[in-house]
């Protein structure tokens, strides 16, 4: 009986474990899409958890990446999803702008993706972030500068940007960016060149857009493995407009690799032992969000007044229900800010018809004032 007992126990805990992982995919312009998620065994249906996106490098695979970061035990440890999509032919469009590079709408992808984390685990989308190796951070700083959805931070190791990338970045908020790099990278050059940007380059492209002082604080961390044949100088790019600080953890030594990895087959060139990528990489995102802190599902009450209804299509319906709620006036801004549609109405019991089908998909704020209330919602295009 004990031994049944054990039994049991034992594929109890390999059920949870498999349960926690999951492959999927989507169909996205066309094409299916797949894409591996790891939910922490805290999660439970209803809880909104931080996301983490983990972006693989050219050649590599999502299941490459996933071993290589380890990135599912800092989620475990840390109580967030994380996800691994699938570039296509193993690669992503980084806007290099070379004969047979990618080009796949990656950014429309990594945005829809997000909508179905945010429908099927209720994924925190004030808190969502990208990182990843090589082409992955060439892909994460394409995401700070493209995607019209809110990213809180984003890490790049071992990867810059493409000189389309750098000379077509507009981004719309100020951007957490760590940036993780070897200067002995023989497959992305810490100085750059072959299309690509340096990392000075990339890094003061932030510092720039985030208004930080151009000088660092600049720290040599413990040498702790001393045979590993690198050590690790931290650059600190601090203060910055809304706390968006800079940083860079120059890897001098190091390889084309995942600092910490226990994974050979990462890269080329020294591993270094001083750090832990993913862990530095998710202590630095734990301290940021997106400044909208509220929630809205496709069919959501809102304190019994408000009815909103996704009728498809980008077009939807917000329903007044309370009849003491007079002179209500509703507005609609983009991630930039930027209003896009305004309304008012007097009546005490009032239909918004909310066309949103001209707008690309994305992360939009509505606005709803009434006599006695002020609502701050977000609608997920």
């Not at 031994?3 to 059920?15: D, G, N």
């Not at 600080?245 to 270094?272: D, E, F, R």
Request: aromatic share 10%; with cysteine.
């Amino acid at each position: 009986m004990k031994q049944l007992s054990l039994l049991v126990l034992f594929f109890c805990f390999i059920a949870t474990f498999s349960q926690a992982q999951t492959n999927g995919n989507i169909t996205w312009d066309g094409i299916t899409r797949d894409y591996i998620v790891y939910l922490p065994t805290t999660y439970t249906p209803g809880s909104s958890l931080p996301l983490v996106f983990v972006l693989h490098g050219f050649t590599q695979t999502a299941n490459t990446i996933m071993n290589v970061s380890d990135f599912n035990t800092v989620a475990e440890t840390n109580n967030f999803i994380a996800v691994y999509p699938q570039g296509i032919s193993n690669g992503w469009n980084t806007n290099a702008g070379f004969p047979g590079g990618s080009t796949a709408d990656d950014i429309g992808f990594i945005g829809a993706l997000l909508d179905e984390m945010y429908n099927l685990y209720n994924a925190d989308t004030n808190k969502v972030y990208s990182c990843g190796f090589s082409a992955g951070g060439y892909m994460s700083h394409r995401l700070a500068c493209e995607s019209t959805r809110c990213f809180a931070a984003i890490a790049s190791v071992s990867g810059t940007m493409t000189t389309n990338a750098f000379n077509d970045c507009a981004p719309s908020k100020n951007m957490p960016v760590m940036q993780i790099h070897g200067t002995s990278d023989a497959i992305v050059n810490y100085n750059g060149g072959f299309g690509g940007k340096s990392v000075d380059d990339v890094v003061n492209l932030w510092v720039t857009n985030n208004s930080c002082p151009t000088t660092a604080t600049i720290t040599v961390l413990p040498d702790i493995n001393t045979t590993d044949g690198s050590t690790v100088e931290q650059n600190i790019f601090t203060p910055c407009t809304d706390s968006a600080n800079v940083v860079l953890l120059k890897v001098v030594g190091g390889g084309h690799q995942w600092p910490g990895t226990n994974s050979i087959l990462g890269g080329l060139g020294n591993i270094n032992r001083d750090i832990n990528a993913s862990e530095e990489i998710w202590n630095f995102f734990s301290g940021y969000s997106c400044p909208i802190t509220t929630s809205l599902s496709e069919n959501l009450s809102i304190d019994l007044s408000f009815n909103i209804h996704n009728l498809g299509d980008g077009i939807y319906t917000l329903t007044c229900n309370n009849p003491q709620q007079k002179d209500l006036s509703l507005s609609i801004y983009d991630v930039t800010g930027k209003v896009l549609l305004t309304s008012e109405n007097n009546s005490s019991t009032t239909i918004f018809n909310l066309d949103l089908s001209k707008y690309p998909n994305g992360l939009y704020l509505v606005n709803i004032n009434t006599e006695f209330e002020n609502k701050s919602i977000k609608l997920i295009r």
